[in-house]
């Protein structure tokens, strides 16, 4: 069975990645996913805060030094490394590249395009063979636009694509108003992939101690339905690379994902709900899946039910909806 994929113009050996996570934190983890038949790994991300700091930390130790023990400034990279954070960080992409043999994807994550971009080179030179861009923005401004929130995420990327020329991916939220025309615009900006999509940590609240809530849930297999959709428009419109991401319990998930035309399927909630080891289950039941159909290769399942090759496009669009509703019986 020819499960080899092509994402973000890395060769892999089957469609199953394991998305950021604590599993991807310890070498032990990614020796375990990959061991389970990942096929390349995403490391959690290093966020603007924690480079933003470490950059401040810097600058305190020698400004308050530089006058009265102007030699010691020459010991502040080794006290800065001492910590955790960007450091660590490195560390982790370095050791995690000699550890596995599968792609090692870092992860950057922040909101503006200054001051901290400069990292995404060090962790090229670390060793990393992609970069995931995880913009985690909530426009909470009043007065912000639709196009300014928009150009912020070209902002960063193209600051990014300017550092790097390890391949890169947006991991991007559905909350745009066209999701089809941001994805062109990240193309030309020069995303290789688009990862589809990031999971919005919602707030609940406490109605006995009136405090928000911010507990983390694992996602559901329900969840698939909004990036199962954009997924089948985008496929076979973009250059981009596909990534599907959120919901995969099973391998019914991963299928379905790859029939509407992602290029490879990523998991966390279900590897962090049943071990590293349930990858293996995921590319089995994959197997299982295409075996019994008769497939031989992904390349004659991948986006077999993409808009493009539906006999009814509109299945995915306005009609359904109004189908859907008129559908509807109360049991
Ligand atoms: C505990 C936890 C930590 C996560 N950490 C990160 C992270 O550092 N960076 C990131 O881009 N996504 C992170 N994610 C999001 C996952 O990579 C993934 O996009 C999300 O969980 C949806 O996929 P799933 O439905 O398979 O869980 C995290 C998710 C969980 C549950």
Redesign the pocket.
């Known amino acids: 069975m020819d499960l080899t994929t092509r994402y973000m113009g890395l060769h892999l050996k089957n469609p199953l990645v394991a998305?950021?996570?604590?599993l991807t934190r310890e070498l032990d983890g990614l020796r375990l996913l990959e061991d389970a038949g990942a096929a390349a790994l995403?490391l959690?991300?290093l966020f603007q805060e924690e480079i933003e700091a470490e950059v401040a930390r810097y600058d305190r130790l020698t400004s308050a030094n530089e006058d009265s023990w102007p030699e010691a400034t020459s010991q502040f990279p080794a006290l800065v490394e001492a910590k955790h954070g960007p450091h660590h960080y490195l560390c982790l992409i370095r050791r995690a590249s000699e550890a596995v043999d599968v792609p090692v994807i870092a992860?950057l994550?922040g909101v503006t395009n200054e001051g901290w971009i400069s990292y995404a080179k060090l962790i090229e030179e670390a060793g990393a063979k992609g970069l995931?861009l995880?913009i985690y923005f909530i426009p909470a401004d009043l007065t912000q636009t639709g196009r300014e929130v928009e150009q912020r995420y070209i902002d960063i990327l193209a600051a990014v694509r300017a550092t790097v020329s390890i391949p890169i991916a947006v991991?991007l939220s559905p909350y745009f108003s066209s999701i089809g025309n941001m994805a062109l615009a990240l193309q030309d900006a020069g995303a290789d992939a688009l990862v589809l999509f990031?999971?919005f940590y919602q707030p609940d609240l406490d109605l006995t101690r009136l405090q928000v809530m911010t507990d983390?849930k694992?996602?559901e297999p329900s969840?698939i339905r909004l990036p199962l959709l954009w997924l089948a428009v985008l496929a076979g419109r973009v250059k981009l690379s596909l990534a599907a991401?959120?919901?995969?319990a099973s391998s019914n998930e991963v299928i379905k994902y790859l029939l509407a035309g992602a290029d490879v399927v990523?998991?966390?909630?279900?590897l962090?709900r049943h071990g590293p080891g349930h990858m293996a289950t995921l590319l089995a039941g994959l197997e299982k899946w295409l075996a019994s159909r008769e497939f031989n290769s992904l390349d004659h399942v991948r986006g077999l039910m993409s808009q493009r090759k539906l006999k009814d496009p509109q299945a995915l669009e306005r009609a359904n909806y109004i189908e859907i509703l008129e559908g509807y019986s109360q049991h």
């Not at 991401?245 to 995969?248: C, F, P, Y």
């Open positions: 998305s950021a996570s604590p995403v959690p991300s992860s994550n995931e995880n991991k990031n999971r983390l694992l996602s969840e991401s959120t919901g995969v990523m998991a966390t909630s279900a962090l």
